[in-house]
């Protein structure tokens, strides 16, 4: 007789409950009006709280516990406290989900259990974590990770849900539908924890569970195409921090190869929709992703360039030019690793990492490769990001692009064809900087000075070694050429300085911790280009030398005032201090009478 009376609830008043509940809660109140945003929820949440009383008679009803009782019970407590996060009422929700657990206490893998327990473990994570405490967060997604583990490899059939528990279905019945339903709620689980690992400070874990949730969204079908796309070309970005570029460009073709091959029914999509918000969310992404790709190639060339840089070129190299040498040294660099995870394996992915290297460069040709790729995805995302538009962004990528330049540079050993490099690098950082209005742009427009004045100083390198391999005197056309550099370098970094001025138009006494370093280097730069400049007239060398003297006694004086500045610039400080011993005994001697 008991028996009958919980079987007829359970499959009749009760499952029309359950599926009218459900309804409510998960279809009809997308649609809930402004002004009663909770209003489908909180009449699910009505439901939900009778199926709970009736449930509760019937197991005070029942003689002996009654199993499919206990796993109902858990799981209206589950969608309760679901219900009551969703309205911000996440303290009464985290009540009801701990109910559910203690009623699945000791029975989480069971086959009517498993479910109810990852998503009520999840529930738990995510409501720590909002509450700032990862810590605690992490251990409820991996108990949730745990029962999933050990469901699959102890049990590895579909488990129930919920609706199922109410129908009465039979083992035999479930299928590929209810087994989706745990691998979705496990997704859950590796893409929360991609998150606390990041905010604990393990990037090594949070980028492994970061390509785990892309490849299981995959396999899963579970995505939206430029989400996931931008999803992964933002993971090759970790990777390239830590120079493991097999792993990037991975990442980075699996996120073409899925924005292209759904770039056509997005596009129309799109369209059918009008919808101009999300058409430029869309190219937005695009943009981004293209900026990833750039990113690898810059990442590639500055890894290659320093790798060259700290090389110890072998004794036995010593009489062939020594950037040839270095370079040559480069082509036993980090040999490429092999992914960790797959994410995708289609042919086409294979076919876009092949179309970029993953080994660090060695000669100009390869380098020249690599450049000729990225400044194309850069001209791609300009054509989202432009100048009227997304300004900040345009001039990012405007430095991306003479960044390039001036990696490309240090694989050219033509010193003229190196000043040509760097001379685009000026032109095109002026050419951005006359379109800014320092007044609404100011932290942006002081970037491109001090880039601009780092690159007229890298010229004037250029040229005074290009006289010296000569080994004669300068011609009176190199001397008026290397003078307007340092001209132009030393105006430059004045602009800069200027632009901390106060309405006195004097410098402040003391600068911020992120402005320190660049001020008082461009007080450095402006003593070496003083010292530069080349003079015949004994008083006019003399004027630059003291300029020059100026320039580091300036950083001296700053350091013995603010002594915690000196951190941020001790080599230059270092040599500062020697500078403005040595330098006025120079003075003496260029004007002592013959």
Same mark, same amino acid.
């Given at each position: 007789?008991?028996?009958?009376?919980?079987?007829?609830?359970?499959?009749?008043?009760?499952?029309?409950?359950?599926?009218?509940?459900?309804?409510?809660?998960?279809?009809?109140?997308?649609?809930?009006?402004?002004?009663?945003?909770?209003?489908?929820?909180?009449?699910?949440?009505?439901?939900?709280?009778?199926?709970?009383?009736?449930?509760?008679?019937?197991?005070?009803?029942?003689?002996?516990?009654?199993?499919?009782?206990?796993?109902?019970?858990?799981?209206?407590?589950?969608?309760?406290?679901?219900?009551?996060?969703?309205?911000?009422?996440?303290?009464?929700?985290?009540?009801?989900?701990?109910?559910?657990?203690?009623?699945?206490?000791?029975?989480?893998?069971?086959?009517?259990?498993?479910?109810?327990?990852?998503?009520?473990?999840?529930?738990?994570?995510?409501?720590?974590?909002?509450?700032?405490?990862?810590?605690?967060?992490?251990?409820?997604?991996?108990?949730?990770?745990?029962?999933?583990?050990?469901?699959?490899?102890?049990?590895?059939?579909?488990?129930?849900?919920?609706?199922?528990?109410?129908?009465?279905?039979?083992?035999?019945?479930?299928?590929?539908?209810?087994?989706?339903?745990?691998?979705?709620?496990?997704?859950?689980?590796?893409?929360?924890?991609?998150?606390?690992?990041?905010?604990?400070?393990?990037?090594?874990?949070?980028?492994?569970?970061?390509?785990?949730?892309?490849?299981?969204?995959?396999?899963?079908?579970?995505?939206?195409?430029?989400?996931?796309?931008?999803?992964?070309?933002?993971?090759?970005?970790?990777?390239?921090?830590?120079?493991?570029?097999?792993?990037?460009?991975?990442?980075?073709?699996?996120?073409?190869?899925?924005?292209?091959?759904?770039?056509?029914?997005?596009?129309?999509?799109?369209?059918?929709?009008?919808?101009?918000?999300?058409?430029?969310?869309?190219?937005?992404?695009?943009?981004?992703?293209?900026?990833?790709?750039?990113?690898?190639?810059?990442?590639?060339?500055?890894?290659?360039?320093?790798?060259?840089?700290?090389?110890?070129?072998?004794?036995?190299?010593?009489?062939?030019?020594?950037?040839?040498?270095?370079?040559?040294?480069?082509?036993?660099?980090?040999?490429?690793?092999?992914?960790?995870?797959?994410?995708?394996?289609?042919?086409?992915?294979?076919?876009?990492?092949?179309?970029?290297?993953?080994?660090?460069?060695?000669?100009?040709?390869?380098?020249?490769?690599?450049?000729?790729?990225?400044?194309?995805?850069?001209?791609?995302?300009?054509?989202?990001?432009?100048?009227?538009?997304?300004?900040?962004?345009?001039?990012?990528?405007?430095?991306?692009?003479?960044?390039?330049?001036?990696?490309?540079?240090?694989?050219?050993?033509?010193?003229?064809?190196?000043?040509?490099?760097?001379?685009?690098?000026?032109?095109?950082?002026?050419?951005?900087?006359?379109?800014?209005?320092?007044?609404?742009?100011?932290?942006?427009?002081?970037?491109?000075? $001090?880039? @601009?004045?780092?690159? *007229? &100083?890298? +010229?004037?390198? %250029?040229? !005074?070694?290009?006289?010296?391999? #000569?080994?004669?005197?300068?011609?009176?056309?190199?001397?008026?050429?290397?003078?307007?550099?340092?001209?132009?370098?030393?105006?430059?970094?004045?602009?800069?300085?200027?632009?901390?001025?106060?309405?006195?138009?004097?410098?402040?006494?003391?600068?911020?911790?992120?402005?320190?370093?660049?001020?008082?280097?461009?007080? $450095?730069? @402006?003593?070496?280009? *003083? &010292?530069? +400049?080349?003079? %015949?007239? !004994?008083?006019?060398?003399?004027? #630059?030398?003291?300029?020059?003297?100026?320039?580091?006694?300036?950083?001296?004086?700053?350091?013995?005032?603010?002594?915690?500045?000196?951190?941020?610039?001790?080599?230059?400080?270092?040599?500062?201090?020697?500078?403005?011993?040595?330098?006025?005994?120079?003075?003496?001697?260029?004007?002592?009478?013959?």
């Amino acid at each position: 007789m008991e028996a009958n009376k919980r079987n007829q609830y359970f499959t009749g008043e009760g499952i029309e409950d359950i599926k009218r509940a459900l309804s409510l809660e998960e279809i009809e109140s997308k649609n809930d009006p402004v002004e009663e945003p909770y209003k489908s929820k909180y009449e699910a949440r009505a439901i939900f709280l009778v199926i709970k009383l009736n449930l509760m008679q019937l197991k005070n009803d029942v003689t002996d516990s009654d199993d499919r009782i206990r796993f109902a019970l858990a799981g209206i407590e589950l969608a309760l406290g679901s219900n009551f996060i969703s309205t911000e009422e996440p303290s009464t929700g985290e009540k009801h989900i701990i109910s559910c657990l203690k009623l699945l206490e000791g029975r989480e893998k069971d086959r009517e259990c498993c479910l109810t327990a990852v998503k009520a473990l999840n529930h738990l994570g995510i409501l720590w974590e909002e509450r700032g405490e990862s810590e605690k967060s992490l251990q409820y997604f991996i108990q949730s990770e745990t029962i999933y583990a050990k469901y699959l490899e102890e049990i590895g059939l579909p488990p129930y849900d919920l609706i199922d528990i109410f129908e009465g279905a039979t083992a035999d019945t479930l299928g590929k539908g209810q087994q989706k339903l745990l691998e979705s709620a496990h997704t859950y689980t590796v893409y929360y924890l991609a998150q606390v690992y990041r905010n604990i400070q393990n990037p090594d874990k949070s980028s492994h569970y970061c390509r785990i949730t892309l490849k299981r969204q995959l396999d899963l079908n579970d995505y939206d195409a430029a989400d996931w796309a931008l999803n992964s070309a933002t993971l090759s970005q970790y990777y390239l921090s830590q120079e493991e570029f097999t792993q990037a460009r991975h990442c980075l073709a699996c996120a073409r190869f899925i924005l292209e091959q759904s770039d056509q029914n997005d596009k129309a999509h799109l369209a059918d929709l009008d919808d101009t918000v999300k058409s430029e969310q869309y190219a937005r992404k695009t943009a981004d992703i293209s900026r990833c790709w750039a990113k690898y190639g810059i990442q590639l060339l500055q890894s290659s360039r320093d790798k060259a840089l700290n090389a110890v070129v072998d004794p036995a190299t010593q009489g062939i030019d020594k950037l040839a040498a270095t370079l040559e040294y480069v082509a036993g660099g980090k040999p490429a690793s092999h992914c960790e995870v797959i994410i995708c394996d289609s042919p086409q992915v294979m076919r876009f990492e092949e179309e970029v290297g993953d080994k660090l460069v060695c000669t100009f040709e390869e380098a020249r490769a690599v450049f000729l790729g990225s400044q194309q995805w850069l001209n791609k995302a300009k054509e989202f990001y432009s100048l009227n538009d997304h300004a900040a962004d345009y001039v990012e990528i405007i430095q991306d692009h003479t960044l390039l330049f001036k990696l490309l540079a240090f694989f050219e050993i033509d010193f003229d064809r190196k000043c040509k490099m760097h001379k685009r690098r000026a032109d095109m950082l002026r050419s951005a900087l006359g379109e800014l209005s320092a007044e609404h742009y100011l932290l942006v427009c002081r970037q491109l000075i $001090f880039e @601009m004045a780092e690159t *007229y &100083s890298e +010229l004037v390198d %250029l040229k !005074v070694a290009l006289i010296e391999e #000569h080994s004669a005197p300068p011609s009176a056309h190199a001397v008026k050429k290397i003078n307007m550099l340092c001209r132009e370098c030393i105006q430059c970094f004045q602009q800069f300085l200027d632009s901390f001025n106060d309405r006195a138009g004097e410098l402040p006494n003391k600068f911020s911790t992120d402005s320190v370093r660049p001020v008082l280097l461009a007080r $450095f730069y @402006m003593g070496r280009a *003083y &010292s530069k +400049l080349i003079e %015949l007239d !004994v008083n006019k060398k003399a004027a #630059h030398i003291q300029q020059s003297i100026n320039c580091y006694q300036y950083l001296v004086d700053y350091c013995l005032q603010q002594p915690d500045a000196e951190a941020a610039v001790q080599t230059e400080v270092e040599l500062c201090r020697e500078m403005v011993n040595l330098l006025p005994l120079k003075i003496q001697r260029l004007l002592r009478p013959c």
